[in-house]
């Protein structure tokens, strides 16, 4: 797996603990299948409740990547896929370089515009899916370690909140229109 944007800039929501993409997100996973997160989606980060947080160093340090993919795949229990190759998102300029400028130094950074709605599909996603990708996203940051990658995804075999999501669907023609 392999993220094609660079690491994601999110801000915060109106509601406590809980923030939103600033940029659309592209994850290519092992079998050459490249998934959307949309702009906007709202994130709690790592759902990880207070009282053990401590353990793993508090909720929000590791890469937010993976935790975005996999909130978005619960959130829907299902997923945006992309029919375009990594190079077909670039010769088309949906995948594009961008000149990131702090003060007087620049980034060279990969960021994703919007792809129009008839290159994405709307797939279904099972919870053993999420999880699994959720775990090969936490792989491909390269910044967390085997044991705590593997400690994540025992914990998300937990989440009885996959029982009371999944009602609202994906609507690809308001995908880039607001807060999701």
């Not at 109106?14 to 600033?22: D, I, L, S, V």
């Not at 995804?153 to 999944?166: E, H, P, Q, T, Y």
């Amino acid at each position: 797996m392999e993220f094609l944007t660079f690491y994601a800039e999110i801000g915060q929501s109106a509601e406590p603990n809980y923030w939103y993409t600033k940029h659309n997100q592209l994850f290519l996973d092992q079998d050459g299948s490249i998934y959307l997160v949309p702009r906007h989606f709202v994130t709690d980060g790592y759902t990880i409740p207070d009282w053990i947080a401590f353990l793993g160093g508090g909720k929000m340090k590791w890469d937010i990547r993976p935790a975005i993919g996999h909130d978005f795949d619960c959130r829907y229990h299902q997923c945006v896929k992309v029919h375009l190759t990594k190079d077909e998102l670039i010769k088309k300029g949906y995948l594009r370089d961008f000149k990131k400028v702090k003060g007087e130094e620049y980034t060279i950074i990969p960021v994703c515009e919007d792809i129009p709605i008839e290159y994405l599909s709307v797939e279904p996603v099972t919870f053993n899916q999420a999880n699994s990708k959720f775990k090969r996203m936490m792989k491909a940051t390269g910044n967390i370690k085997n044991w705590r990658i593997n400690l994540m995804r025992c914990a998300v075999n937990l989440n009885i909140g996959w029982l009371f999501s999944g009602k609202e669907k994906i609507d690809l023609t308001r995908l880039y229109k607001g807060v999701l």
